[in-house]
């Protein structure tokens, strides 16, 4: 009887095509768009996190300087600059193992560059690192004369992102980059007022096109920053530094240690922060796009359900015949939920390769179309743990909405079919 119940379902579930086909395709469409958008927010918040661009490293923290509120609160102003007096106190607290620093040309400048075929003079601030960073990454030049800097990834992508198109120029190969050749005119700048030095141009040529630096200007190795103030400063009397990074000794109380620099005039944020700060950023992004998975849940729910209330109306005679024929209420339940396990599984398993599919397809786009800006591989990703706990959740919800209208099958009575 179980195995006659069973063949019974399955024919007579498939024997009104056209319906099945659209309640199927509603719920596979469902389950795949569910899959798809939960990759999105989960591979976006990732991505924010993993490229974060910081300078910080996961035992430093970024000091930069605090400021105050000034005319009408429309201005700020430095509580304290980052100087060798700042840098040589940071040094000295307890549970610090290094300061390193960005330095600041002290020089008026600005940069000639000709690119694709138009040159301009632009204001540029300058910044210098350590040496050794110069070295560790191999980035030098081989001729003393010509000053190698570094630029900023992120520059890069912005100006290609954002900027080339809206002046209708191409976008930038960061290998052509490799080389390129500019001139920095010290004493040149508009805001250069007060400056009776010397006015010279220096070469300067690219080496690298680095994260981790600042993003505006170009950087410079300190020892040719420093050779730049005492040639062409006539009152050098300190460097100056626009943020530094202590390097912290494990073991150190973070918090107790961050309080203290606050107190010596400056901000200090660790790497955790920084990445906490992204995080929360993309809370509001995340919680819409959960609703929209919620809602586009809802919807397949609400389908599935009328499908199947409609379905069980629709075969009242068929479920009476049955009764009438000697099936118990326990077969007459049995008869409708094997309908809603074909149902739930001709729309849930293709579903499942459809999202899986589009996550797929789109992440190649992504990486085609992204891969000068992201080295993230793969961009796009559904971790299998959450995409089977979609599933499982998806199948339960509709055994559970299948329970009532299964439960009216069985209560069908031989004389409801005369009706």
């Known amino acids: 009887m179980i195995h006659t119940l069973h063949q019974l379902a399955k024919k007579d579930l498939f024997s009104r095509k056209g319906k099945l086909v659209t309640g199927v395709l509603s719920l596979t469409i469902g389950v795949a768009t569910c899959l798809l958008l939960l990759a999105i927010v989960l591979s976006a918040k990732h991505i924010a996190t993993a490229t974060l661009s910081t300078t910080t490293g996961e035992d430093e923290l970024k000091i930069v300087p605090k400021y105050s509120l000034g005319f009408f609160k429309v201005t700020k102003q430095e509580q304290r600059k980052i100087d060798q007096d700042a840098v040589d106190e940071l040094k000295n607290l307890a549970g610090v193992k290094e300061v390193r620093t960005e330095e600041v040309l002290q020089i008026p400048s600005s940069l000639e560059v000709s690119l694709f075929g138009t040159r301009f003079v632009t204001d540029s601030p300058i910044y210098a690192v350590e040496d050794s960073y110069f070295e560790q990454e191999k980035q030098y030049t081989a001729d003393p004369s010509i000053i190698p800097v570094l630029i900023s990834k992120e520059l890069v992508d ?44 220096k070469k300067a040529r690219v080496v690298g096109i680095v994260k981790h630096i600042p993003i505006i200007g170009i950087t410079m190795p300190q020892s040719a920053l420093h050779d730049l103030h005492t040639t062409y400063l006539s009152t050098y009397n300190q460097p100056l530094y626009s943020r530094a990074f202590v390097s912290i000794i494990p073991g150190t109380n973070t918090e107790q240690l961050i309080h203290q620099i606050e107190t010596l005039g400056f901000e200090a944020t660790s790497n955790a922060e920084e990445k906490m700060r992204v995080q929360n950023a993309f809370s509001s992004i995340e919680l819409f796009f959960y609703l929209l998975v919620g809602v586009i849940m809802s919807l397949v729910v609400l389908s599935f359900t009328q499908f199947f209330y409609t379905h069980r109306t629709e075969k009242a005679w068929l479920l009476s015949l049955l009764s009438a024929l000697g099936g118990s209420q326990q077969e007459l339940r049995r008869f409708f939920l094997v309908q809603v396990g074909y149902f739930a599984m001709l729309g849930i398993i293709p579903g499942t390769l459809l999202g899986a599919g589009s996550v797929y397809a789109l992440n190649m786009i992504l990486e085609s179309t992204l891969h000068d800006y992201l080295s993230l591989t793969p961009i796009l990703t559904l971790p299998p743990l959450e995409g089977i706990l979609v599933i499982i959740f998806l199948t339960l919800l509709l055994i559970l909405l299948a329970l009532h209208p299964a439960s009216l099958a069985a209560k069908a009575r031989p004389e409801d079919g005369v009706l």
């Open 158 to 201: 912005i100006y290609n992102i954002g900027i080339a198109s809206a002046i209708n120029k191409p976008a930038i190969n960061e290998d052509i980059l490799q080389g390129f050749e500019m001139d920095i005119r010290l004493g040149t700048s508009s805001f250069g007022e007060g400056y009776d030095g010397e006015k010279v141009s």
